[in-house]
């Protein structure tokens, strides 16, 4: 099945989960090339043009997924606008930097990490949705990960997402979440077949 990303942290995780139920392939892998449109300014939005922009070209059934940081004292920013965050082409560095400065004195950190995969199956659009509550630490703590995984601690543990081991990350990560509902929904249509 083919997921609608280039990006290798994610596929490594959501091929990690899905082990043993699909395999699972890039858009590289199927010779897809270009930038995927995201322009709707909701995380469900995004994930359907994403997973439709594949299914137009391939006819096969297909995943993605988008994700959004949504910091409390921000009033919800970045969100939909994470990837984007300190501008087109910004680099996650730039992404972290711009986030820590707009909290610099701020006592609220709370955040969490949201996001929605759509599946389309035979045409058929589907929604799984995960998210993870958590802080915004004051500086960059671990080098695992990708994004704002260095300064994202996850309520109930005392590291970033960036000091975690994949699989603790999967456990309780807005993608993993989301991705588990998914691996659910899989099982059971293979159980029905
Ligand atoms: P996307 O549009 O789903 O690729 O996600 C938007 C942005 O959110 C990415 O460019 C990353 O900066 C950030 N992001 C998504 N998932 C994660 C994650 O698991 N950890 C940290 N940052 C993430």
Known sequence: MIFATNNKHKLQEVRQMLDGIVD??????????GDIPETADTLQG?????????????????????????????????????????????????????????????ENRRADFRTVICLI?????RYFEGRVDGVILTERHGVEGFGYDPIFMPDRFALSFAEMPLDVKNMISHRGLATKKLVGYLRQQNVAK
Do not use: M
């Open 24 to 33: 699972v392939v890039s858009l590289a892998d199927v010779g897809l090339e």
């Open 46 to 106: 995004n994930a359907l043009q994403k997973a439709q922009w594949v299914y137009q070209r391939t006819g096969r059934d297909c995943f993605a997924d988008d994700t959004g940081l949504e910091v409390e004292a921000l009033g919800g920013a970045p969100g939909v606008y994470s990837a984007r965050y300190a501008g087109e082409h910004c680099s996650f560095d730039d992404n972290i930097n711009k986030l820590l400065a707009a909290l610099d004195g701020k």
């Open 121 to 125: 199956e035979k045409g058929v659009p």
